[in-house]
């Protein structure tokens, strides 16, 4: 039995092996006299990627074609594990194209911090195909210690530090919370597996009232709030904003992008596969009206970089939760649209913005005539701004499109409402940074160094999905119909 366990694991085993072997390798060199100390972040860069790229071909080779329950029903291969799984590694890929440059410009000489972002890749990978609260919680911790850690990765810089620090803190806070809503969900219900759960809850009305029932509201309350800490939805989200703009760009960007994929879909197999009930989505209608309000607020006010894109989003998971909350097919559906083309955006943004750093970009002002010394990264941007805001035809306009449509069909017309009157805010700020570029003039002119090869690349394959993506959505949606679908049956 379990030979076969670990053959349908054969891709996440590959990457945790092949991350000890980098971290020997970089341990081994990088302390060697004979070498002479060489610093070894770009050779162990291009070998995490290569890394990541062998662990998505061995995915695709071993595509479910059924549904597997791996060690004895902790862990579990359908269609949603496996896609959801294909498109995180895709966005680690991602994350590390982008800093293949970046340790040099910031004079960084810290391979470790590759080593980390594939070990908490490998949790995530784990975190995706949970299947059982003690097997996610598991999967949780580790991926949370890695961000700790690389969040506080420049040693010399005090926001570093301070970011990590305040990471670590609130994250250690929720992971508690988490843990005990799972040890109350066990002690009220004696299981801790989600199809044993499923079962348990299929017709079962949960109340406030009642010993039991107020048990298993509370549980299930406590592991909403742990998640919602861990993914900034507001009231959680105090955390973000510092830990964003102190830790290293790299850092932020990742930030922004792989955990969002693992959490949500930790998520929705939690909370709309094994308890979906009307009492709790409240919990969630409650929590995006708030995101889309404050995120769309508190961006306006926002003149540094790095902290526009933290409440961006705060926003942009409101609206996330906007799908989250129909708890229908579509519903997830549209979550799944959404969160893709969030997060191909958000690494379009990020791409830019580590393009620009050879100046210490770091203020919207800084962004003063890009149109006139770098013309294309201009335009680029404004394209990824304008899609951000939600404008027609591009691909942020098709997301939230869906995303409203979802909350009609499902009876949710003030999430509908909110939603569309907080994008109109939030045009305000995407906008400005097209009014700083092409209209501003700057009080010193900065000349920008040419991009990498690989940044420019990975620029232009997001901008072309971006852009084009309503010309021909019809894969994306099979796709993500049918993760929404290996969820419900």
């Known amino acids: 039995m379990f030979e076969h366990d670990f053959l349908a694991l054969f891709p996440e085993i590959f990457l945790i092996n092949a991350t000890i072997i980098l971290l020997i390798y970089g341990v081994v060199l990088s302390t060697s006299k004979k070498y002479d100390y060489p610093p070894l972040v770009r050779n162990v860069s291009w070998l995490g990627l290569l890394s990541v790229l062998i662990t998505i071909l061995l995915l695709a080779a071993g595509a479910p074609l059924t549904v597997a329950n791996l060690f004895y029903n902790n862990l579990i291969i359908d269609n949603f594990t496996y896609f959801c799984q294909i498109f995180l590694l895709l966005s680690t890929a991602s994350t590390i194209v982008m800093c293949l440059d970046y340790f040099k410009e910031e004079s960084l000489n810290a391979f470790e911090s590759i080593v980390l972002i594939l070990l908490s890749t490998c949790s995530m990978l784990f975190m995706i195909s949970a299947y059982d609260l003690i097997a996610m919680y598991l999967a949780i911790e580790p991926q949370s210690l890695c961000f700790y850690v690389i969040a506080a990765l420049k040693r010399d810089s005090e926001f570093s530090t301070e970011a990590g620090l305040k990471y670590f803190i609130l994250g250690a806070f929720s992971s508690g919370i988490l843990l005990f809503g799972c040890s109350m969900i066990y002690g009220f219900t004696g299981v801790t597996n989600f199809e044993e759960l499923a079962k348990i809850f299929t017709g ?209 017309y003030l999430l509908a409402l909110i939603g569309v009157v907080t994008s109109v805010i939030s045009c305000f700020y995407y906008i400005r940074f097209v009014k700083i570029m092409y209209f501003d003039t700057p009080k010193t002119w900065i000349l920008y160094k040419p991009m990498d090869r690989e940044k420019s690349l990975l620029l232009a394959i997001t901008l072309f999905f971006i852009t084009f993506f309503f010309l021909y959505p019809s894969p994306f949606f099979l796709v993500t119909h049918q993760m929404a679908l290996s969820l419900c049956l």
């Open 204 to 412: 079962y009305k949960i109340t406030l009232f009642g010993a039991q029932s107020s048990g298993i509201f509370m549980g299930i309350l406590f592991i909403a709030v742990g998640f919602l800490f861990k993914i900034t939805a507001v009231p959680f989200h105090m955390w973000a904003p510092d830990v964003y703009e102190g830790s290293p760009t790299l850092v932020t960007a990742f930030f922004s992008i792989a955990p969002k994929i693992s959490i949500l879909a930790n998520m929705v197999r939690v909370f709309i596969y094994s308890f979906y009930d009307p009492t709790w989505q409240q919990l969630f209608f409650f929590c995006s009206i708030a995101s889309m309000i404050l995120g769309a607020l508190a961006a306006m006010a926002q003149n540094k970089v790095k902290r526009l894109l933290a409440y961006s989003s705060i926003g942009h998971v409101g609206y996330l939760f906007i799908g989250f909350s129909c708890g229908t097919i579509e519903g997830i559906q549209s979550l799944l649209i959404g969160v893709f083309i969030y997060i191909l955006m958000t690494i379009n943004v990020f791409a830019i913005v580590l393009a620009l750093r050879q100046n210490r970009f770091k203020y919207i002002a800084d962004l003063g005539a890009l149109a006139k010394t770098n013309p294309i990264l201009a335009i680029t941007l404004s394209i990824t701004m304008f899609s951000y805001a939600g404008i027609p035809p591009l691909a942020g306009f098709c997301s939230k499109f869906y995303l409203f449509f979802a909350a009609l069909g499902c009876g949710a």
